[in-house]
T-cell receptor
Framework: GAVVSQHPSWVICKSGTSVKIECRSLDFQATTMFWYRQFPKQSLMLMATSNEGSKATYEQGVEKDKFLINHASLTLSTLTVTSAHPEDSSFYIC????????????FGPGTRLTVT | DAKTTQPPSMDCAEGRAANLPCNHSTISGNEYVYWYRQIHSQGPQYIIHGLKNNETNEMASLIITEDRKSSTLILPHATLRDTAVYYCIVRAMDTGRRALTFGSGTRLQVQP
């Protein structure tokens, strides 16, 4: 099956710093990638949708200047949390879909971000 | 996409079948029923999906009622590793450029 990886799997950073999370589709071309956030004991909440070569579309309430998304290639999307604060601590999950896989979504393993 | 309703939690004895229900009474004719699960601190894992016929794969079976207003995911012989949150999602088969919408899901606890 299609494989999506994320790096790092976990990261601890200090308040005010920026953190970049990578999402890669390893064996298929992902025309669309999605970024989700999940707080403890809650469900996944969509943050943004990114199509390769285009600007990301953010969900209501998600600050686009704080959560920078780049989808410059068909196999890589990055999420940069800028000026991180403790309330940004969460589990960030990406998913990817592509035309040759009938647009089914495949999820990465997630990245645990802790801001101290 | 149509809304789904699932019980918040269920228990199942190891080795027994786990039957997880989902209500999707407003489902449209072109919408599929998908099931994903999320084991603690991992990304969601695809299980199965179907339109109107019952489906079976190596992980589970999906039973969809004739009126398509509800479905049941069956794990035939639950193991401790099946302990997870199970999400029932209804989604139209379009270009796939819309994200999956996750509800609260059912937390399945498999007991030894």
């Amino acid at each position: 099956g299609a494989v999506v990886s994320q790096h790092p799997s976990w990261v601890i950073c200090k308040s005010g710093t920026s953190v970049k999370i990578e999402c890669r589709s390893l064996d298929f071309q992902a025309t669309t990638m999605f970024w989700y956030r999940q707080f403890p004991k809650q469900s996944l909440m969509l943050m943004a949708t990114s199509n390769e070569g285009s600007k990301a579309t953010y969900e209501q309430g998600v600050e686009k200047d704080k959560f920078l998304i780049n989808h410059a290639s068909l196999t890589l999307s990055t999420l940069t949390v800028t000026s991180a604060h403790p309330e940004d601590s969460s589990f960030y999950i990406c998913s990817a879909s592509g035309a040759f896989l009938s647009y089914e979504q495949y999820f990465g393993p997630g990245t645990r971000l802790t801001v101290t | 996409d149509a809304k789904t309703t699932q019980p918040p939690s269920m228990d199942c004895a190891e080795g027994r079948a786990a039957n997880l229900p989902c209500n999707h009474s407003t489902i449209s004719g072109n919408e599929y029923v998908y099931w994903y699960r999320q084991i603690h601190s991992q990304g969601p894992q695809y299980i199965i999906h179907g339109l109107k016929n019952n489906e079976t794969n190596e992980m589970a079976s999906l039973i969809i009622t004739e009126d398509r207003k509800s479905s049941t995911l069956i794990l035939p012989h639950a193991t401790l590793r099946d302990t997870a949150v199970y999400y029932c999602i209804v989604r139209a088969m379009d270009t796939g450029r819309r994200a999956l919408t996750f509800g609260s899901g059912t937390r399945l606890q498999v007991q030894p």
